[in-house]
């Protein structure tokens, strides 16, 4: 990751950002994703992103009002530039703020409701030998309500990457409940 970060209208160090630490993002994991790879300083296909981010939003009731497709796209174009991004990648999340009534704080009864953080990386380098797979022992719920959607909630693909890991793989691919 490289140093400098975008928080809400910031371009600021990664190491001091900060976001509500009572918040459905960092309780529950309500947040959304898309990873945006950078060719040349450029997004790549930056309208499809912005359009499967809106969808997702909206599938987990993500307030956007106050992103834009133009906004966040001039947003992403400045943190590649500061960050002198030529070849890489980016992360563009949205993070609900607010909570369930029962951890809410009076801070967090109004106002802003998402946050929009942006990051940026170096290209994922593949190894010259290709990459090897394992199955993983966890499977996919495809009747979950997350299922399609870059969520904050990776956590099961975290545990299937490192268990992977752990045999010496260098990725898991999971299969869904049905072991397809």
């Known amino acids: 990751m490289h140093p400098v970060i975008y928080l809400n209208r910031t371009m600021v160090?990664?190491?001091?950002?900060?976001?509500?630490?009572?918040?459905?993002?960092?309780?529950?994991?309500?947040?959304?994703f898309t990873t945006v790879a950078i060719y040349n300083g450029a997004p790549f296909l930056w309208p499809q992103h912005w359009r499967r981010l809106l969808d997702h939003a909206g599938r987990l009731a993500i307030d956007c009002s106050g992103c834009t497709e133009q906004g966040?796209?001039?947003?992403?174009?400045?943190?590649?530039?500061?960050?002198?991004?030529?070849?890489?990648?980016?992360?563009?999340?949205?993070?609900?703020?607010?909570?369930?009534?029962?951890?809410?704080?009076?801070?967090?009864?109004?106002?802003k409701k998402t946050d929009l953080l942006i990051m940026t990386g170096e290209a994922q380098k593949l190894p010259q030998a290709g990459m090897s797979l394992a199955v993983s022992p966890y499977r996919f719920n495809t009747f979950s309500?997350?299922?399609?959607?870059?969520?904050?909630?990776?956590?099961?693909?975290?545990?299937?990457?490192?268990?992977?890991?752990?045999?010496?793989?260098?990725e898991a691919v999971m299969l869904n409940e049905r072991g397809e």
């Open 72 to 111: 966040v796209g001039e947003a992403l174009e400045k943190l590649i530039s500061v960050n002198r991004v030529r070849d890489g990648r980016a992360r563009v999340i949205l993070l609900t703020r607010g909570g369930r009534d029962f951890w809410k704080t009076k801070k967090t009864s109004g106002g």
């Open 145 to 170: 309500p997350l299922t399609g959607i870059r969520s904050l909630n990776y956590l099961e693909q975290v545990l299937s990457w490192e268990e992977a890991q752990a045999r010496e793989f260098d």
């Open 13 to 32: 160090e990664a190491t001091k950002a900060r976001v509500a630490p009572v918040s459905s993002a960092m309780l529950y994991g309500r947040g959304i």
